[in-house]
């Protein structure tokens, strides 16, 4: 397997996926880009934004390593023999059984869900990660939710990786079946190995126009905190990015959403998931104001990853 170098040493208050790779590709000229002027909002430092809770956080990515590792084959067929399964033919959801080292009843997704369809970069076909069944029905929520707002697809940067959180190294890459189990310390695991995490660039509407969470006209920084202070201080297409954001944890879609007021390494796309364990007990679109954020993309060799939660 191929393995990323990174030269880089950064200091990060979590960490999270940016797949730079895609980010770099030169975009389609017949995609439409929207092209509302916003005005970037007042900077303060304020508290942190609220955290819904329902009870102390359980298993995190710092837990022990996953179990044996899963057969090696891809039975690439329809399977609805567990319930999660059972719950995804009875949504109309199709999707193909698969194995992947650390996700729990893996399947790919080949067809939209719920009419959405979630995609790789600025694709026009399903994305090929692999993901938990569970994380498929949140994706299947999180469709609803981007329905109601006029979205029709998602342009991701990645969903599934086994690797240990933080930066990536000769040692840190995303592992297949056949690698040896990556040995992460107090690091902990990143939460993309579970297939229970997805990164969001791209958001498009029924007539193509696309929502780049990557141009500052559409998410306009704030170093208020995003879903109080930042959300009121927004304006036309960033307002509804924020509201996007915000409205994914407060209605308990995702555990954990991180956007472009996170950190430099989340400039470019959200990254949203439901934890290790699957069942979050917290929700919140997190806000930390990193003092040395960089205007310009992380570096395409550069990844990172949120974990921990």
Not at 11 to 19: D, F, P, V
Not at 23 to 49: F, K, M, N, R, V
Not at 201 to 221: P, S
Not at 273 to 298: H, L, M, V
Request: with cysteine; proline share 7%.
């Amino acid at each position: 397997m191929r393995a990323l170098l990174l030269t880089l040493t950064v200091s990060l208050a979590a960490c999270g996926s940016s797949e730079g790779d895609i980010a770099a590709t030169p975009l389609p000229t017949e995609e439409q880009d929207a092209g509302a002027e916003i005005s970037p909002a007042d900077a303060a430092t304020p508290p942190e934004d609220v955290t819904l809770t329902d009870a102390p956080a359980d298993a995190t990515e710092n837990d022990a390593p996953a179990d044996t590792a899963p057969p090696k084959t891809d039975t690439a067929v329809v399977d609805a023999g567990s319930p999660c399964r059972s719950q995804l033919t009875a949504k109309g959801i199709s999707y193909k059984v698969t194995a992947a080292r650390g996700v729990v009843d893996a399947v790919n997704i080949t067809g939209p869900i719920n009419g959405v369809l979630f995609a790789s970069g600025t694709g026009t076909t399903p994305m090929g990660d692999p993901v938990a069944c569970e994380f498929a029905l949140t994706l299947s929520k999180f469709a609803d939710l981007l329905k109601s707002k006029g979205f029709v697809r998602v342009g991701t940067l990645g969903s599934y990786c086994y690797r240990c959180c933080c930066s990536w190294s000769t040692t840190n890459f995303c592992r297949g079946i056949d690698d040896p189990e990556p040995v992460c310390g107090s690091s902990g695991y990143s939460n993309h190995s579970w297939g229970r995490a997805v990164d969001v660039r791209y958001l498009y509407k029924a007539d193509g126009t696309r929502y780049d969470i990557n141009d500052a006209r559409h998410w306009v920084i704030s170093t208020l905190p995003t879903c109080t202070g930042g959300l009121a201080a927004q304006t036309g297409i960033s307002k509804e990015l924020y509201t996007l954001a915000c409205d994914a944890t407060s209605t308990k879609v995702f555990g954990i959403a991180l956007t472009p007021n996170y950190n430099s390494a989340h400039r470019n796309h959200f990254h949203m998931d439901i934890g290790r364990s699957g069942t979050p007990t917290s929700w919140s679109t997190k806000w930390t104001w990193d003092p040395g954020f960089r205007t310009d993309d992380p570096p395409a060799d550069y990844k990172d990853d949120h974990c921990g939660e």
